[in-house]
């Protein structure tokens, strides 16, 4: 029997090839198989992730694992006080003839336009460049001198910042936190996790030996299975549940969006694939509301999105176990 089409493949095919994916990447991100499992749902989900953590425990290796992983096109940009909104986005550059005389101009793509973009910490541009990315995240183009341009499909951005660095950073505003369909924290390994990094740097030892395993086909035809996930009206009207009770909360100022409500549902989605269903189920949502919701609600007292993470995290896993599960 020849094997299905990329494009036909079914939900056991789709699970089996996604743990594969997984199990690849874990083998340069040890001991961390939730962060691993959530960013791979969230590129299925076509949604892109904050990792906000510390430095040093392995949100630039989670990037370049999850980028020689997959047949694609890799960009990885350091942010910096000084980098420009052209630096990302590209340039229109003057073009002459033979003579010298000017002839017109020629859009020069910036280091946006490839399929999996690593922001290296993002908060350390300015409000200018950062807002660069807005467009780019929602709409997958760009838009230079009043011409739009296409962005490659896919398109995944995967930025990290430093919760605990403040000198010289930026918090990133409310409409660019709503973009990232995830925040996620990696947090320390355990003892034994740690000594096995110690004893072969992955760094050194497997991520120069990765070799894709998707292709861009296999990942386009993962992601049309994600949105083929059926998702019955009772889990939608728990959705709806779950992100009005963010918007009545009363330590909350601020409610979930509704391109929230759209993350959660999509990430739902995801979670069924890479489970082997075709269909949602309450676990789905409930698993994932507070890596989906938390950085889209501001804390009262709390000044801006970025500020208490933690206690927004814990209200809205206080939110996840009031609201009914629909039966």
Same mark, same amino acid.
């Given at each position: %029997? ?10 056991r095919e789709s699970a089996k090839?996604?743990?594969q994916w997984i199990n690849e ?5 040890? !001991? /961390?198989?939730e962060v691993v499992r959530k ?19 392995? /949100? ?14 890799? $960009? ?8 420009? +909104? ?5 340039? =229109? %550059? +003057? ?32 409000? /200018?460049?950062?807002? =660069?990315?807005?467009?780019? %995240? ?7 001198? !009043?011409?739009?341009?296409?962005? +490659? ?46 004893? =072969? ?8 030996? %990765? ?18 996930? /059926? ?15 963010? $918007? ?10 509704? $391109? ?15 489970? !082997? $269903?075709?269909?949602?189920? +309450? ?45």
């Amino acid at each position: %029997m020849e094997p299905a089409d990329s494009n036909t493949r079914t939900t056991r095919e789709s699970a089996k090839l996604c743990h594969q994916w997984i199990n690849e990447i874990e083998r340069a991100v040890q !001991g /961390k198989p939730e962060v691993v499992r959530k960013t791979l749902l969230s590129v299925l989900a076509k949604g892109h992730v904050l990792l906000d953590d510390v430095p040093g425990v392995g /949100k630039t290796t989670l990037a370049h694992a999850l980028a020689r992983s997959v047949d694609a096109e890799f $960009r990885r940009v350091q942010f910096t006080s000084d980098l420009l +909104p052209g630096d990302l986005t590209g340039l =229109a %550059m +003057p073009q002459f003839d033979v003579s010298g005389q000017p002839t017109g101009f020629r859009f020069q793509p910036g280091p946006l336009f490839g399929n999996l973009v690593l922001a290296d910490e993002v908060n350390r541009a300015s409000p /200018k460049t950062q807002s =660069a990315l807005l467009e780019a %995240m929602a709409e997958r183009t760009v838009t230079v001198d !009043g011409i739009s341009h296409a962005l +490659p499909d896919p398109f995944f951005v995967i930025a990290t910042q430093n919760p605990l660095e403040h000198h010289g950073t930026h918090p990133l505003p409310e409409s660019q936190l709503d973009r990232f369909l995830m925040r996620l924290e990696i947090g320390y390994p355990d003892r034994q996790h740690e000594a096995r990094v110690l004893a =072969a740097d992955p760094t050194i030892h497997v991520l120069p030996g %990765m070799r894709p395993l998707l292709s861009l086909d296999d990942l386009r035809a993962l992601q049309a299975s994600t949105e083929a996930v /059926k998702v019955d009206e009772s889990l939608l009207a728990y959705l709806l549940d779950l992100v009005e009770a963010t $918007r009545v909360h009363e330590a909350l100022t601020l409610g979930a969006s509704t $391109r929230g409500a759209l993350a959660l549902r999509r990430a739902g989605q995801a979670s069924a694939v890479i489970d !082997g $269903r075709d269909y949602c189920i +309450p676990e789905d949502f409930r698993n994932l509301a507070v890596d989906v919701l938390a950085h889209r609600v501001s804390v009262r007292g709390q000044s801006g999105l970025n500020a208490g993470a933690e206690e927004s995290r814990w209200i809205v896993s206080e939110i996840v176990d009031r609201v009914a599960i629909p039966v």
